[in-house]
Structures are given as C-alpha cells and as structure tokens.
C-alpha cells in the first residue's frame, strides 16, 4: 500500500504569534483561542486529546470533550473504571492537546489530575439528555462487550 503522504503540504500563512498579543494568564488566552475555534464552526470544538500513561510507562490517548474551565483548571467527564481512569489513579499526571491545526495553531496542558466532587459530578450527569445518560450507565468503558443486543437491552 502506497499512501504518498509525503505529498501533502501547504503553506502555512495565517497570523504569526507576538508575545505582546498574548495575555498574561495562560487560561485567559485559552479561552480567547476556544472562542475563535468555536467562532470556525468546526465540530466538536472542546474536542482534545488526553493523555495518561500506565504503570509500565506505557502513554495511551483518547479525544474527551472539555466540559469547563476554571482556576482550579481543565474539566473533563469520564468512567472511572475505564483505562484513563486506571492509569491516572496510579498516575495523576496528565497530558491535554487541543489540535487545532486548522487555525495553525495547538494547545498543549501538562499537569496532575484531581477528581471532582460528587456534587459536581451529579451535577452534570443530571443535566445530560436521557440517551447520553443511559449510554454512559450501559456502557463498560474501555472493556469489549459480547454482543450489540445486551448493549442495546
Ligand atoms: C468526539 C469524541 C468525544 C468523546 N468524548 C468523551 C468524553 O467526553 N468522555 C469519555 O470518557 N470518552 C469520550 N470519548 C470516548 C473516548 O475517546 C474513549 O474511547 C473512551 O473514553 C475510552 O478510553 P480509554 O479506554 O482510553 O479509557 C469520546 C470519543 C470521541 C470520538
């Protein structure tokens, strides 16, 4: 199989980056950038890549959606038995990449996962439509399921 990826390429011609554009807080300019991908119409704005590794080192990625942004920092929603969840209570180190690539630009986050408050959490599941809710308590995430049908039921 031949895939002549070597062939695609294009200039990248969109504005540069000044220091004196950017603001002071990093999660201000965030949000500023997440206003302009929202702005682009693209699907699935607050999609990103979160990034764990496990207890061998092993780094996986999956794309979460961000949920909100606070001081406290980056809020994703996701099952707690699943394999993310797996290698972040053994490692709270965390990676986030928003690949925004057609505004030539990424984000990239580093820094250490806590789990959010019960309250919060409820919070939000409640505030989900119906199907979400029941596809998030059907499914076993990260873990294979041996037929549609018992999914489905
Ligand atoms: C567009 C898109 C959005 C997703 N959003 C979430 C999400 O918000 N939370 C989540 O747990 N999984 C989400 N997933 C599924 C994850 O990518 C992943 O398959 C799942 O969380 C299991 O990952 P893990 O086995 O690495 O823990 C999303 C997948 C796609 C394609």
């Known amino acids: 199989m031949e895939l002549k990826l070597e062939d695609f390429r ?7 980056l000044d220091r004196q554009d950017l603001d002071d807080n990093p999660l201000v300019q965030f949000g500023r950038w997440m206003d302009q991908t929202i702005e682009s119409g693209i699907p699935d704005p607050n999609a990103m890549t979160v990034a764990t590794v496990d207890s061998t080192g092993q780094p996986s990625q ?4 961000l949920k909100n942004l606070d001081d406290r ?3 994703f929603y996701t099952n707690l038995r ?3 969840a797996q290698d972040l209570q053994q490692n709270p180190k965390i990676s986030l990449h928003f690949p925004w690539y057609f505004l030539e630009r990424q984000v990239k986050v580093c820094g250490v996962v806590e789990p959010l408050s019960t309250s919060e959490v ?8 119906r199907e979400s809710q029941l596809g ?3 499914s076993q995430q990260s873990r294979p399921i041996s037929s549609r049908e018992l999914l489905m039921r």
């Open 122 to 129: 409820l919070k939000y599941f409640i505030s989900r439509p």
């Open 82 to 84: 699943s394999r993310k």
């Open 73 to 75: 920092g980056f809020v």
């Open 136 to 138: 998030a308590w059907a």
């Open 62 to 65: 999956r794309i979460v959606l």
């Open 10 to 16: 294009r200039e990248y011609t969109q504005a540069g």
